[in-house]
């Protein structure tokens, strides 16, 4: 969701780690947030280079793929001060408002709203 309302929808990493979202900068920019802290994100390798400072915020936007497509939820994600990430769904909202399914053998996942 911008500003200006829907925008075009992005290719995203489904990450079934990741306790929220990781929003690239060219993304965020654009879209309604509020921040409400920072922090920053560390990987496998404990090497300064290898931390990245981002933003805690609230955004609003909808799961979509080419079946379905969820209803506008607001989400926490951290914003990226760059777009040298992908864009990337945790599980924030996802397990309590949704079924999450995978299956490796069919090489398919998506995600349908509780009713």
Same mark, same amino acid.
């Given at each position: 969701?911008?500003?200006?309302?829907?925008?075009?929808?992005?290719?995203?990493?489904?990450?079934?780690?990741?306790?929220?979202?990781?929003?690239? *900068?060219?993304?965020?920019?654009?879209?309604?947030?509020?921040?409400?802290?920072?922090?920053?994100?560390?990987?496998?390798?404990?090497?300064?280079?290898?931390?990245?400072?981002?933003?805690?915020?609230?955004?609003?936007?909808?799961?979509?793929?080419?079946?379905?497509?969820?209803?506008?939820?607001?989400?926490?994600?951290?914003?990226?001060?760059?777009?040298?990430?992908?864009?990337?769904?945790?599980?924030?909202?996802?397990?309590?408002?949704?079924?999450?399914?995978?299956?490796? *053998?069919?090489?398919?996942?998506?995600?349908?709203?509780?009713?």
């Amino acid at each position: 969701m911008t500003l200006q309302g829907l925008s075009k929808p992005e290719s995203a990493i489904v990450d079934t780690g990741a306790p929220i979202y990781l929003i690239p *900068h060219k993304i965020w920019r654009k879209c309604v947030t509020k921040v409400i802290g920072e922090t920053e994100l560390r990987g496998v390798i404990p090497k300064k280079e290898c931390v990245m400072f981002v933003k805690v915020a609230t955004i609003e936007l909808r799961l979509i793929d080419p079946k379905y497509a969820t209803e506008t939820i607001e989400i926490k994600a951290y914003l990226a001060p760059n777009d040298n990430v992908p864009l990337v769904i945790g599980l924030e909202r996802l397990l309590s408002e949704f079924d999450i399914f995978f299956s490796y *053998h069919t090489q398919d996942a998506f995600i349908k709203a509780v009713e």
